[in-house]
């Protein structure tokens, strides 16, 4: 196979210029000194500034991250107990309903799921009283929902590629089941737990369409925020806004890439 | 046929009798009282029940009422007439509007022309990508993969937004081509259906690529060798290989991309114009400004009926893979 | 390591209650671990049909067959890790069917050795004691003693993916022999072992099981393995024991075809009883052979049977022959130069080849059989065995 692989290597580096040319054009404007956006007017880290006193802004990004983080904790648990039951839970009644519910989500539309919840909480509220009102808890709920089928996936391909001999060893040595998934099961899918509620976390913290529906007039997630203020146009604000975002994540992500390498090696 | 056989059925027989029936009760509670397999089926199971699955059967029962200006914005199905007769009120006039009238109708076809173009379009820039990743030098192939799916965990919402500052009438874009001089005047791609499909394409495309790339990996290079041998050019040995192996990979790809496509509202709503109609968008604003609950339910069960489809070949072909593993 | 020695039984052949008898032998003696119609199905699959089978304490037993046969099933059985369909387990007169593995005074020491790879060694030999809650101290003591009986003291504060092949065995050694089972499973104890480490290590298995004197049962597909390691072998097939005993009888008198061509190489004769003198009967092959055959067993005239005959119990006529042996006479057809021995394909009709196997006792210069030469093979009636089955 001694083909000339420059035609191919350079779509490959067309594909990547198309991820990332546009997100490093918002990052470069997001120093413009220039209200314009697309005016080059100087280099300024004015719109930081502005940012960081932009009190709407902050409150909403406060309420995601707390959101996010209920949110990914709770998702990874019900995703650690989805995947466990589907990897070594065998065959049980109901197994294809469950594999289907815990699928869906992956690609339902986003409108739909928030439809619908939305009309469960309201047909809830008229009949059990709660959630009384809506906000954090609905917001929450919504997101673990289809958070959790996304950490399971991770989880279930981590625990599909242990040696399940680990555990019958442990169990062989006396460990009652309790102490086998403690000490041996969750140590070794340890990373798979904080990729997936890694994953979780940035859902919840991205999600607009569900958070819209299932949002109260009283909370706003820092989205919503974000997309009203898009629609009306173009905000430098928006644009350092999301280079912090970009920041916070790359680096997050790389720092946990690395981690899982240094563990490999 | 050992030597104690007979000692062996001595022991058999004694199993068998009832004083072993304590015994065999235990092993009954033994192999079903396991209360850990309960929580970890028990509570996710419970879950997605609640907050999954019931919430189709209230949209169901909504998209057969009436809007009404009250709280909740629709009118019961069930209802006491003095209090003896159980009066039951179907409406499936949301459901007829839905698919005789011309709007609605165009927002669908235009949605699933959308979720078309666009898996074709990603296949067109994904494919190559995820070859020459999975057949690029193994140290390569990690950081590689990490620029694919690190945009992944960035804000969509924000990268969409990135493309209004690149499209518009005075954008980066029509001033870049206007300074080199291959425009006269500014193209109109913001608010069209055009930069529906640049923005799509480039927000799903990471669910294109690495589908493709955990197929085209695991496929086995020694094959295009062997073809090689036979004397079988590099090009045919791709189409006549490589391609046909790769199937799986393209559908899964491809369904992963077509169906949120197909639903999609931020893009639309902040790229596109008047002229891309999609159900998400349609469904947003018969929720949100028309606050006709009921015809949001229909519009929603219409979608869900036409991504059942697709969703469920990709569930099929999933266990089937699985079975065959 | 004095403490394991002491309290372990004496004898590699299983403790008998009359002197001089080994414990299968003699009809007094009590079993160890006794497994009573067993059998274990998965659904369609019947992995185990009705295995009974009695081992002795002290025992090296072997379980052998090949993949699919049931052996791994019925170690699992053993250690609790998985329960019969049907059929009790006896382990030192205790009924642990329904005793789950945490429960159980057994270990096992697996294929894939699965060391906990999050841990050191140390600690990995340290984890059944910690589940006793046994003290510190005492613990880190046993922990040193295991470690010195495999030599692996300088490994403890290596991780599993630090380690050798063999140094992982002997790991995984240590951690099931920690708590002093009464019963130690192996499964498939050397497979991960390149073949010279293995023949090594079989011989060490043995010592050590003799020194400490633990209920030994492997699970192995290797019959040479088997052959050199046990005091016993159960020959096992589709689910079911076929043949139970020391390897000596097992190759010596397989009771079945199947047991005859899995242990080592064997020529198979098939015809027909057709007479009786004294403690002989006659068989006359499909080949017009005529066979006398030493056989207790009594079987009327016309049963068709099988005669199993080894390669080394071939001898060349006429230097060998001796009064009432059999013989054929045949072409050589091919021939294997192993060194110590060469093997011969004689074809002694357009049906049949035998194979015959000389040790090399001159130079191979000097040989004297060569292909396409006409040679008489001869075997005395108590060499060959009369199958039925």
């Known amino acids: ?265 | 046929m050992s030597m104690n056989q007979t000692a062996a059925e001595e022991i058999k027989a004694d199993s068998q009798a009832p004083a072993y029936s304590d015994n065999r009760l235990r092993h009954w509670l033994g192999s079903r009282w396991r209360p850990g397999r309960w929580v970890t089926v028990g509570l996710p199971y419970f879950w997605l029940l609640l907050f999954f699955f019931l919430p189709f059967i209230i949209v169901f029962q909504i998209s057969l009422a009436e809007p009404q200006i009250a709280q909740p914005p629709y009118t019961a199905l069930l209802e006491w007439v003095d209090e003896a007769v159980l009066q039951v009120r179907l409406n499936l006039g949301n459901y007829a509007l839905v698919v005789e009238d011309e709007l609605y109708r165009a927002a669908f076809l235009n949605s699933l022309w959308v979720g078309l173009v666009c898996t074709l379009g990603c296949l067109l820039i994904g494919y190559p990508m995820a070859y020459a990743i999975a057949t690029a030098p193994e140290r390569w192939r990690v950081p590689l993969l990490m620029m694919i799916i690190l945009p992944f965990w960035t804000s969509f919402l924000i990268r969409v937004y990135a493309w209004i500052g690149i499209l518009k009438g005075n954008g980066l874009l029509n001033n870049f081509l206007l300074a080199l001089g291959l425009i006269d005047e500014p193209l109109a791609i913001l608010h069209t259906q055009t930069a529906v499909y640049i923005g799509v394409v480039y927000s799903y495309l990471p669910f294109m690529v690495l589908p493709l790339y955990a197929n085209l990996s695991r496929l086995d290079m020694t094959l295009l060798e062997a073809a090689a041998d036979l004397g079988c050019r590099p090009w045919r040995a791709f189409l006549r290989v490589t391609l046909p192996l790769s199937l799986p990979g393209i559908l899964a790809g491809s369904l992963l991309v077509f169906i949120p496509v197909v639903g999609e509202f931020v893009i639309p709503d902040l790229l596109g114009g008047p002229d891309s109609l999609m159900v998400g968008r349609m469904l947003w604003t018969e929720f949100f400004s028309n606050k006709d609950w009921p015809l949001a339910s229909a519009l929603a069960l219409v979608l869900l009926a036409l991504l059942v489809v697709p969703f469920v070949a990709l569930q099929r072909w999933q266990s089937r893979l699985e079975g065959e593993r | 390591m004095a403490s394991l020695v002491a309290e372990g039984q004496s004898g590699h052949t299983g403790q008998g209650a009359q002197e001089g008898l080994a414990a299968w032998q003699d009809p007094t003696a009590k079993p160890y671990v006794r497994i009573a119609g067993v059998s274990r199905h998965f659904g369609e699959v019947h992995a185990l049909n009705d295995v009974s089978l009695d081992i002795y304490q002290g025992e090296f037993f072997s379980l052998l067959g090949g993949s699919g046969c049931g052996k791994s099933t019925l170690l699992r059985l053993l250690a609790g890790l998985d329960t019969p369909t049907r059929g009790r387990i006896w382990i030192d007169g205790v009924d642990v069917t329904d005793i789950p593995a945490y429960r159980r005074p057994v270990n096992m020491m697996f294929q894939s050795y699965a060391l906990f790879p999050h841990m050191t060694v140390e600690a990995n030999v340290e984890f059944g004691l910690r589940q006793e809650r046994m003290p510190k101290a005492e613990r880190a003591e046993r922990v040193g003693e295991m470690l010195d009986l495999l030599h692996i003291g300088e490994l403890r504060k290596r991780r599993p993916d630090q380690l050798s092949g063999g140094q992982r065995q002997r790991v995984a050694l240590a951690r099931s022999l920690a708590k002093h089972p009464k019963l130690l499973l192996l499964d498939e104890p050397l497979g991960a072992l390149d073949k010279k480490l293995r023949t090594h290590t079989q011989f060490e298995l043995v010592k050590l099981q003799e020194r400490i004197g633990i209920t030994f049962v492997t699970v192995t597909h290797d019959q040479e393995e088997a052959m050199t390691m046990s005091s016993r072998i159960a020959v096992m097939d589709a689910g079911q024991i076929i043949q139970v005993d020391t390897p000596g009888a097992i190759y010596e008198y397989p009771n079945c075809r199947m047991v005859a061509s899995f242990i080592g190489s064997v020529n198979l004769f098939e015809g027909k009883v057709f007479g009786r003198e004294d403690n002989d009967i006659l068989v006359a092959g499909d080949d017009f052979l005529v066979m006398r055959l030493r056989c207790l067993q009594p079987l009327s005239l016309g049963t068709p049977v099988t005669v199993a005959v080894r390669p080394e119990k071939m001898r060349l006529c006429p230097e060998c022959q001796g009064p009432g042996d059999n013989r054929v006479t045949g072409r050589v057809e091919d021939i294997a130069y192993l060194g110590n021995v060469s093997i011969y394909h004689v074809r002694v009709s357009p049906t049949q080849v035998v194979t015959m196997t000389l040790a090399n006792m001159q130079p191979r210069t000097e040989q004297m059989l060569t292909w396409d030469q006409e040679v008489t093979m001869t075997w005395s009636p108590s060499c060959g065995v009369v199958l039925t089955e």
């Open chain 1, 1 to 265: 196979m001694k083909t000339r692989r420059w035609p191919l290597y350079s779509l490959l580096a067309f594909g990547y210029a198309f991820l990332y040319v546009p997100v490093l054009l918002l990052v470069v404007y997001s120093f413009n000194a220039s209200r314009l956006v697309t005016v080059w007017g100087g280099f300024s880290t004015h719109w930081y500034g502005e940012l960081l006193n932009n009190t709407q802004i902050l409150d909403a990004a406060w309420l995601s991250v707390r959101i996010a983080t209920v949110n990914a904790t709770l998702a990874t648990v019900l995703g650690t107990l989805a995947a466990m039951a589907l990897v070594r839970g065998g065959r049980f009644r109901g197994r294809g309903g469950f594999e289907l519910l815990l699928t869906a989500p992956l690609v339902m539309p986003e409108v739909i799921v928030g439809l619908s919840l939305l009309l469960l909480f309201v047909a809830m509220q008229h009949s059990i009283g709660w959630p009384d009102g809506r906000g954090f808890t609905t917001i929450t709920i919504a997101h673990i929902t289809f958070s959790m089928a996304y950490a399971t996936v991770v989880i279930r391909a981590r625990l599909a590629q242990m040696d399940r001999s680990l555990e019958e060893a442990a169990m062989d040595l006396g460990a009652r089941p309790i102490v086998v998934y403690l000490r041996i099961t969750l140590p070794l899918i340890a990373p798979a737990l904080l990729s997936a509620w890694l994953l979780a976390f940035t859902l919840s913290l991205d999600d607009l369409v569900i958070a819209s529906f299932v949002a109260g007039p009283a909370s706003t997630t820092l989205p919503m925020v974000v997309y009203s203020s898009v629609r009306l146009g173009v905000s430098p604000q928006i644009n350092a806004l999301a280079s912090l975002i970009l920041l916070f994540v790359s680096l997050a992500v790389i720092v946990a890439g690395l981690a899982m390498a240094r563990k490999r090696d």
